[in-house]
DNA sequence: CGACAACTTGCCAATTATTAGCAAGTTTAA
DNA sequence: TTAAACTTGCTAATAATTGGCAAGTTGTCG
């Protein structure tokens, strides 16, 4: 399992493409793609389901993956261990768990 | 597992202090905790080693609970499944390994 | 029903973080 | 050495987060 930024540059080279035609569907310049692969910056979320599209991969799977890169990013400038995405699965179990009780489906 | 400003809550409770008398030691207004305590905004970190203190626990399993929050938080901003968590654990030891391997210790 | 303490929420200005794009520098391969 | 592909530094613009005050709730006691 990669980061985001090398999951995508090896999607890319898949494809055969360079940053700039890679970031054209996307009207991302070259540089933005750069900074996207080495983990400088983040690809913009609002463009994430033309991106699995354009993979021809499964939304929710990529989104995972996106949203994942930020939570390893989030642990380690916090210099955390694993444990704390195992924290944070029982958190969020809580979370719902209550919210269900409180007839707010709203997750 | 509650979530973090429950936690402080329920801390807070042990001790018979109102919002006021608890923030005290920390510089922190009734109303932030109050915010803090219902999840509006984040207790701040540069104070969390004092509260680990104030609270006599452990700082790092404290810091675990403190940014499970902000990861669960996160993850729901995405409404992404909480498998979103076992992508983010495999992502970080891939990450570790990695720099193991560059003799990048800094991990 | 007041009155008071404890708490919650809305709003705002100020700080802090993130971004896009260009310019300049680096790498790679012929 | 040259050119394409890529990386990085910088800056202005945008977005997110914060602290604090004011106003509004809640709950309890007499």
Do not use: W
Request: hydrophobic share 35%; aromatic share 12%.
């Amino acid at each position: 399992m990669a980061t985001f930024g090398e999951f995508l540059r090896a999607e890319r080279n898949k494809k055969g493409l360079n940053q700039s035609e890679f970031g054209q569907p996307f009207g991302i310049i070259m540089t933005e793609i750069s900074k996207i692969e080495n983990g400088r910056k983040k690809f913009p979320f609002t463009s994430l389901v033309a991106l699995a599209k354009f993979l021809g991969q499964n939304y929710s799977e990529l989104k995972n993956l996106y949203v994942a890169d930020k939570l390893v990013e989030e642990a380690h400038k916090y210099e955390c261990s694993d444990a704390v995405f195992t924290v944070a699965e029982s958190q969020s179990k809580y979370l719902k768990s209550k919210n269900v009780k409180q007839g707010k489906i709203k997750f």
